[in-house]
């Protein structure tokens, strides 16, 4: 008996149901990435600089800044939460870790020290890492320097992903919960769902490669 032929609709249905099965299982990666994340450092964060601990560095998460020498409204919280740390005596050393390109003038790292610096922090207590292009390379660059035992500097929404590369870098970090300025529902929108996707990016990061320092871009 010759078999029944095949409909397009069938084919169709299958093809939908694979479709949702994959979407299904795309979703619960990010719930578990996520969920794994936030559970492994949730009792690493403080809210103030009153409730942080006094570590002999503070780690400070680079972000943009302009020509003119200013710092986008990210990097300002952080650099003026590492100020806060370090008039307060919780920290003796600024680690600045960011982006820098010579060819084109682009120096976080250096902007955030000239800001500090005219805020009365010596250059001395200072450390300027200008290969903190991404936060896993900040994490493995202050491990190389046989940092151990840090504070690090940066907004709410950021911190479980840093100080899970931290801890996987070797580094014994509490967080300190940067001001988040962002005002737009744009802009807190698109910080939502990139951070959700970086956790999930992160944890099969660390679990095949560790962290290390990434390309210099």
């Known amino acids: 008996m010759a078999d029944a032929p095949k409909t397009p609709g069938r084919g169709r249905r299958r093809a939908w149901r694979a ?5 299904l299982l795309g979703v619960a990666g990010v719930v578990a990435g996520n969920a794994w994340v936030l559970h492994a450092t949730s009792l690493d964060i403080v809210e103030t600089v009153a409730e942080a601990p006094s570590r002999p560095v503070a ?22 939460l590492a100020l806060e740390l370090y008039r307060a005596g919780k920290t003796k050393r600024l680690f600045l870790s960011g982006a820098a390109i010579a060819s084109v003038d682009y120096d976080e790292p250096g902007v955030m020290a000239a800001w500090l610096e005219r805020r009365g922090v010596p250059r001395a207590a200072m450390i300027l890492d200008r290969e903190g292009y991404r936060t896993a390379a900040t994490m493995a660059n202050a491990a190389r320097l046989g940092l151990r035992d840090a504070l690090v500097c ?15 870098a070797g580094i014994d970090a509490t967080g300190v919960v940067a001001v988040d300025r962002a005002t737009s529902l744009r802009d807190r929108t698109r910080t939502f769902f990139r951070e959700k996707l970086a956790r999930v ?5 660390v ?11």
């Open 19 to 23: 479709l949702f099965a994959a979407v």
């Open 59 to 80: 780690i400070v998460l680079g972000n943009r800044v302009f020509p003119d020498g200013g710092l986008s409204i990210d990097l300002a919280s952080r650099v003026e």
């Open 154 to 168: 940066t907004q709410d929404y950021h911190l479980p992903r840093a100080l899970y590369l931290a801890r996987h």
């Open 201 to 205: 990016e992160t944890v099969i990061e």
């Open 207 to 217: 679990a095949l490669v560790g962290v290390r320092a990434g390309p210099k871009s």
